[in-house]
């Protein structure tokens, strides 16, 4: 993967971004409610910069990444989750990616999504349409992945998930996506929070957290000013007593390489090979969906590649 550096020169600058992007996992009201926070603008950002996205390319796919974050908080070792959307809209559909390492990649079926007027606000549900949202998770000790589906309620990445587990998981789930622009369009402030209630858990236990969530601060606007997520947590959630239990860094991070498209070349028919070292075009372009990074492959590459095929 190759990432455009959004930060020049400024290291310092750069390494605060890293630092503050971070998932924070906790439980509340006696371990009956479980919890995970993220600051993910740095990651929105280069995501942006990578893919080289618009204001509602960047709410669409930047929600999605969040959204990928936090359905991955739970997960351990190599485990990892996919979110799909297919759609009838004009946004058509997205894919994303994301593992028990904080990182995330994934893409948009249409860039740009066509728009018939100026937004007006942020409603995204004339974008997608009917449709259908799936999770699939890819579990290290499970035999095959497991998918859940259901169809497109709102229009809305939040909302729609929030369905998702109460039809798919049967689990009591709250999500906020936020992502801030400032005047000029840039990525101010992006962050999530996702939190669940456990089997058992009375039904004053439900109300109070979906009062609390209810009066949540805009995510996207406290991580434009730096606040500390920790301190959010104990002051957003102090009737529920919060616990910190882990935090773990978040990155656009994809494991794209030349090496990797090379082994996809190699997957080709001998004579499709053939006529491409032969006839080109030269550089021949490859890209990652995942990432938009571009590989570039000169014709003596692309016949040495020939001749790896042939031996095998």
Known sequence: ??????????????????????????????????????????????????????????????????????????????????????????VKGLVVEANSYGEVRGYLKRVPIPIQKPLDDFNLSPFFGAG?????????????PFTGQVELQYGSIAKDLTYYYSKSEQTPTAIVLSILFNSNGEVTGAGGLLVQVMPGADD?????????????????????????????????????????????????????????MKNHLLLLPAKDIADLSENGPFPMELICHHCNTKYFFSQQELKEIQQNREKQ
């Open 1 to 90: 993967m190759k990432k455009i550096d959004i930060f020049g020169n400024n290291r310092k600058e750069r390494l605060q971004a890293s630092a503050r992007d971070r998932s924070y996992a906790f439980i509340m009201n006696d371990g009956m409610v479980r919890g995970c926070m993220v600051n993910a603008t740095r990651m929105v950002k280069e995501m942006r910069a990578n893919h080289q996205l618009g204001i509602l390319e960047t709410l669409v796919l930047g929600h999605s990444y969040i959204a990928g974050t936090l359905i991955a908080s739970g997960l351990k070792g190599n485990d990892r989750i996919g979110l799909q959307i297919d759609c009838s809209g004009p």
């Open 132 to 144: 259908f949202l799936s999770v699939t998770k890819y579990l290290e000790d499970a035999k095959q």
């Open 204 to 260: 004053k236990t439900i109300d109070g957290i979906e009062g609390l969530v209810k009066d949540l601060p805009s995510l996207g606007e406290c991580f434009a000013e730096n606040k500390n997520i920790e301190e959010i947590i104990h002051i957003v959630f102090r009737p529920g007593n919060p616990k910190i239990l882990a935090n773990h860094r978040v990155d656009f991070m994809c494991h794209c390489s030349e090496d990797r």
